[in-house]
């Protein structure tokens, strides 16, 4: 499966944006190589350029979300357990975060390294209200990738490595923010 992800990568690489673009819409709904891989090649070759490819990276995969978002509804749970297979309880878990976070679980799938793609389709499914799903989508796919690129513009290719754990600790803030604001909004409610 490695070597599959590989070649796709490079076969994506060799498109330039062009295969940044699909790479970003496809990884939405389906399996494929996250589009992080070649954005940060990108950025590190031409690092003047790296904005420009983050939003090119944030409109592809924002679109296909919804892509996803169709799939999901038009084809509901039939379509999410042949993607998914393996991950049938993936669903479950779905629902249930989305029973107590709606966009928040769109937003933060879009922006960690979970999969989107369970999420886009999932929200489809479940039909989530599409503009709430879009926002979210488009806001934590932009965070992730706007990131990636700002990080790598200004500090280039020392700090490759860490962005995993750079991405990893501002999903932390981002968590722990949405549960504050949640418990205020949850506490004020009841006032």
Same mark, same amino acid.
């Given at each position: ?19 940044? +673009?699909?790479?970003? &819409?496809?990884?939405? %709904? %389906?399996? !494929? *190589? ?6 940060? $090649? #990108? ?10 490819? $983050?939003?090119? &990276? ?19 749970? *039939?379509? @999410?357990?042949?993607? %998914? ?11 249930? #975060?989305? +029973?107590?976070?709606? =966009?928040?679980? !769109?937003?933060?799938?879009? %922006?960690? *390294? ?13 039909? #989530?209200?599409?503009?709430? @799903? ?24 020392? !700090? ?10 501002? =999903? ?5 923010? &949405? ?5 205020? !909004? ?6």
């Amino acid at each position: 499966m490695h070597e599959i992800f590989v070649s796709m990568n490079n076969w994506f690489q060799t498109m330039g944006v062009q295969g940044l +673009a699909i790479n970003s &819409c496809i990884e939405s %709904f %389906f399996l !494929v *190589p996250p589009p992080d891989f070649l954005l940060i $090649a #990108m950025d590190l070759a031409k690092p003047e350029k790296a904005l420009y490819y $983050a939003t090119v &990276c944030t409109i592809a995969s924002a679109l296909g979300g919804v892509i996803g978002y169709l799939i999901g509804l038009f084809g509901g749970r *039939p379509v @999410f357990n042949f993607l %998914f297979r393996k991950k049938r309880d993936k669903l479950d878990a779905v629902e249930k #975060m989305y +029973a107590e976070y709606g =966009s928040f679980a !769109v937003f933060f799938s879009a %922006f960690t *390294p979970i999969p989107y793609k369970v999420f886009t389709i999932a929200s489809g499914i479940l039909k #989530m209200n599409f503009i709430k @799903f879009f926002i979210a989508s488009f806001l934590g796919r932009g965070a992730r990738f706007f990131l990636v690129s700002l990080v790598l513009m200004f500090f280039g290719e020392a !700090v490759k490595k860490y962005l995993e754990l750079v991405i990893l600790a501002v =999903s932390i803030v981002i968590v722990i923010f &949405c549960v504050i604001v949640y418990k205020k !909004v949850k506490h004020h409610g009841r006032d």
